[in-house]
């Protein structure tokens, strides 16, 4: 069964118990995505995201047969983090998640690597526009201010 048919799995609030599924899935994903960043960089922020970023932000997850494949993380209008599992990239279930991410805010900003080419053309394939652009603090990287904005119904 694919991932993606409905019977088998739904978005949720993130529970206490799915912080180290998070924290593996959001490691693994970063390493792959982010191979223009030395690894350690991403080791060392584990910490962090356990005790302050994850804590402090809305996350919701994919879960498929009691499995989290995937997650996202608001932080007031900003998409802190959206992340699959590096095995079961390619399903769809970044699009399903950014799509939930997009119910709960009319209005989205996030910032992401510019090297990582992929992600930026995931972002525009679901209408998020450059807004800006800066150098990461932490790691000296060139990173693009995404932003996205629910079009208002006709008529309201």
């Known amino acids: 069964m ?7 799995w739904m978005i949720r609030d993130s529970q ?3 912080i180290d599924a998070i924290l593996d899935i959001w490691l693994s994903a970063s390493i792959q995505a982010h191979d223009f960043i030395d690894s350690s960089f991403w080791i060392s922020k584990v910490g962090d995201m356990r005790e302050i970023y994850l804590p402090a932000s809305q996350t919701r997850v994919y879960e498929a047969a009691g ?3 995937g997650f996202y993380s608001l932080y007031e209008d900003t998409l802190a983090a959206i992340f ?3 095995g ?9 998640l950014l799509a939930d991410a997009k119910t709960q805010r009319p209005r989205l900003q996030l910032m992401v690597y510019k ?8 972002y525009e394939k679901h209408g998020f526009t450059v ?11 060139a990173e693009l201010l995404m932003e996205f904005s629910r079009q208002p119904n006709k008529g309201s």
């Open 16 to 18: 206490a118990d799915d």
């Open 84 to 86: 699959v599992a590096p």
């Open 115 to 122: 090297e990582n080419a992929p992600s930026i053309q995931f």
């Open 88 to 96: 079961s990239q390619g399903q769809g279930i970044g699009s399903v």
């Open 67 to 69: 499995k989290v494949l």
């Open 131 to 141: 807004a800006g652009e800066q150098t990461d603090e932490h790691t000296g990287h």
């Open 2 to 8: 694919s991932p993606l048919e409905r019977s088998t």
